[in-house]
C-alpha cells in the first residue's frame, strides 16, 4: 500500500469519522471496531448547530429531528433560549453510526472487526496486536475507542481517578410523539435528566448524577416528563455510560494519537461530545497529513479548551450550594445565560 498508513481503532461516530476525513486528505485509512455491532451507547444524542457543517463534510445527512433550542427547568422556574444561526438535530447514535459506515463503504474505507491486545510503537510506525490475527502496522494511529480506552491504558496515558465525586449516565428510547423541539434540562434532586426528541415517534431519556442512579426514579421527579411517558413503550434498551471524568497524561505518544473522548472526557452536562469529537479528529487528520504529529497537543488543547472550561464550570457548578438558584439566576440574568448556550452550540 502506498501513501500514508493510518489506522482508527474504534467504530463510533468519531472514529468512523476520522476514517472519512483521512480519505478525503489523501491518506490511506483503515478501521478496526470492536464494540457492540449496532454502535450503540448512552449518550444523550441532540446535536448542536455547530455540527452541522461538519456533517455536511463528511458528506452524511442522518435522519433525527429539528432542535430549536434548549430549556432548563427547576422546580417551577423554566428559561428557554433558542439557536441564534440554526438548528440542532436530535440523531439516535444507531442512525448516525448507520450513515458514517455508509460512507464508509462509498469511500472504499477497510473496515474490520477486531480487538487490539497490544501496541509498540517506534520511529518507524506503529504495531498493534490483534486477537486471534495477523499484526497490523500503520504509519500512524488515532485511538478514538471511547471513554474506557484500551490504547490510552496499555500506553499507560490514564491517569489515575480525581478524589471528586465520580458520575454516570443512562438512557432509553421511549415510543412517544416530542411534544417540544427543545432539547429540555430538568434538575431533579442530585441529577439532570434530558429530554431529546430523535425522530417525529421517539423521544430519547438520559440522566446525569451520581453513582446508584436511576432513570426511573428521575423521571418520578419531574412530573411533566412523567406525565408525557405514561404508557409509552420502550424503544430500546437501558444502556449506561462512566464514571466521568476520564484523564489523561497526554493526547500523543510517538505516531500514536488519542481522538475523542480516548483522549479525555469532562462530563457529558454540556451536549457537546461529538461537536468537540469530530474536530478533534479533523486536527489529527491535518497534524497526520503535515507529517507533524508533535503538532496535535496543540491542536486538540485549542479545539477542546472553551468546551473544557465550560464543562467544568458547570458541573461544579451543579454541585455546589448554588445548584438550587441555577434556572432562577438564568431567569435573572438571560443575556449572560443565552451567551453560555450560545458559545455551547457553536
Not at 196 to 220: C, F, N, Q, R, Y
Request: proline residues 7%.
Amino acid at each position: 500500500m502506498r501513501g500514508t498508513r493510518v489506522v482508527i481503532v474504534g467504530g463510533g461516530p468519531v472514529g468512523l469519522a476520522a476514517a472519512v476525513f483521512a480519505h478525503h486528505a489523501g491518506l490511506h485509512p483503515v478501521l478496526i471496531e470492536a464494540g457492540s455491532p449496532d454502535g450503540d451507547k448512552a449518550c444523550g444524542e441532540g446535536l448542536m448547530p455547530g455540527v452541522s457543517p461538519l456533517l455536511d463534510e463528511l458528506g452524511i445527512d442522518p435522519e433525527g429531528h429539528e432542535l430549536l433550542g434548549v430549556s432548563y427547568s427547576q422546580a417551577n422556574s423554566r428559561v428557554d433560549h433558542r439557536f441564534v444561526q440554526a438548528p440542532g438535530r436530535g440523531v439516535r447514535r444507531t442512525e448516525l453510526v448507520d450513515a458514517l459506515r455508509a460512507r464508509l463503504d462509498q469511500c472504499g474505507i477497510e473496515r474490520t472487526r477486531a480487538r487490539v491486545t497490544a501496541v509498540d510503537h517506534g520511529p518507524h510506525g506503529v504495531r498493534l496486536s490483534i486477537a486471534e490475527g495477523p499484526d497490523r502496522h500503520a504509519d500512524y494511529v488515532l485511538a478514538c475507542d471511547g471513554l474506557h480506552s484500551t490504547i490510552a491504558a496499555q500506553l499507560g496515558l490514564v491517569r489515575p481517578p480525581a478524589r471528586t465525586s465520580r458520575r454516570y449516565g443512562l438512557r432509553q428510547h421511549f415510543q412517544r410523539a416530542p411534544w417540544s423541539s427543545m432539547i429540555e434540562v430538568h434538575y431533579a434532586g442530585d441529577t439532570e435528566l434530558y429530554i431529546t426528541p430523535v425522530s417525529d415517534d421517539t423521544v430519547g431519556v438520559a440522566v446525569l448524577g451520581p453513582k446508584g442512579l436511576s432513570l426511573e426514579g428521575a423521571i418520578a421527579q419531574v412530573p411533566s416528563v412523567a406525565g408525557h411517558l405514561e404508557g409509552a413503550e420502550p424503544a430500546s434498551s437501558l444502556r449506561g455510560a462512566g464514571p466521568f471524568p476520564h484523564r489523561v497524561k497526554k493526547a500523543r505518544v510517538g505516531n500514536v494519537l488519542l481522538v475523542g473522548d480516548a483522549a479525555g472526557y469532562v462530563d457529558a452536562i454540556t451536549g457537546e461530545g461529538l461537536r468537540v469529537g469530530f474536530a478533534q479528529a479533523k486536527e489529527a487528520v491535518a497534524a497526520v497529513s503535515a507529517g507533524s504529529p508533535q503538532s496535535y497537543p496543540r491542536r486538540w488543547r485549542a479545539v477542546t479548551r472553551e468546551f473544557r472550561l465550560l464543562t467544568r464550570g458547570l458541573v461544579l457548578l451543579a454541585r455546589s450550594p448554588l445548584r438550587r438558584r441555577i434556572v432562577p439566576l438564568a431567569r435573572t440574568f438571560p443575556g449572560l445565560f443565552g451567551a453560555v448556550v450560545n458559545r455551547l452550540a457553536r
